[in-house]
């Protein structure tokens, strides 16, 4: 019996017709943050960014990774939120649905630690202009390194690898989202595009020590 496997189409999945975007040009605002060890004050200045970015013409405005906490596996799980829950238990997610609704912009709201039942994940937020969460994507591939006398960092030791590709349809387009490590996996930015993405985002907070040597080269490679 003839297999029905095809190695071609599970490489490169079917493409579907690529949907006219809503906007053929519109302003992009990307925010680089200081992070501190003091959540209230990330989240503040996170804020500041994006209104600053908004009151330049940014209808899309993208924060880094792990922007309101400290990024060990030490700090992780002590300023993970339950996003789900909302309220008191994510003020970084209530900020961003805020400011999301009143500015009528779509935010990709870099990522942050989500505690999710018994589990952490590295997770990434889109809201819509109207203030709702329209999609979740966790991370994929965690980034575990050690190189002797540079850095050595588990990220695997606090967070659970997500397992699904996040793709979701905002005022500006359709949008591929992937979280820093994730873009060094070309089958992602692959199958988005077959998927009709007009614009892959990931944001990112990756090291210096092997940052400067391929974090330029991935992006291009990917677009």
């Known amino acids: ?31 680089q943050l200081l992070v501190t060890p003091d959540k209230e004050r990330n989240i ?14 940014a209808q899309l405005v993208l924060l880094p990774e792990i922007w309101n906490s400290s990024y060990s596996n030490d700090s992780l799980p002590v300023y993970a939120e339950d996003i789900d829950a909302g309220g008191d238990a994510s003020p970084s997610t209530v900020m961003l649905s805020e400011v999301s609704w009143r500015l009528k912009i779509t935010i990709v709201g870099g990522s942050m630690p989500e505690r ?16 709702k969460l329209k999609a979740k994507h966790w991370k994929i591939h965690l980034f575990d390194i050690d ?40 089958e992602l930015a692959m199958i988005y595009a077959a998927r009709g993405a007009h614009l892959l985002c990931f944001p990112g907070a990756f090291n210096l020590t092997t940052g400067p040597l391929h974090w330029e080269l991935m992006q291009r490679a990917r677009y």
């Open 44 to 57: 503040a200045h996170a804020l500041k960014a994006i209104e600053e970015a908004a009151k330049k013409g």
């Open 1 to 31: 019996m003839a297999s029905s496997f095809k190695p071609e189409q599970a490489r490169a999945p079917p493409a579907v017709p690529l949907p006219i975007p809503p906007l053929t040009k519109f302003k992009i605002g990307i925010c």
């Open 147 to 186: 190189i002797p006398g540079e850095i050595t960092f588990t990220e695997s030791k606090t967070l659970t690898a997500g397992e699904s590709l996040t793709i979701v349809d905002t005022d500006v387009g359709r949008i591929g989202i992937g979280i820093c490590y994730d873009i060094q996996f070309q």
């Open 116 to 131: 999710y039942g018994d589990k952490l994940y590295n997770t990434c937020c889109v809201f819509g202009s109207n203030g």
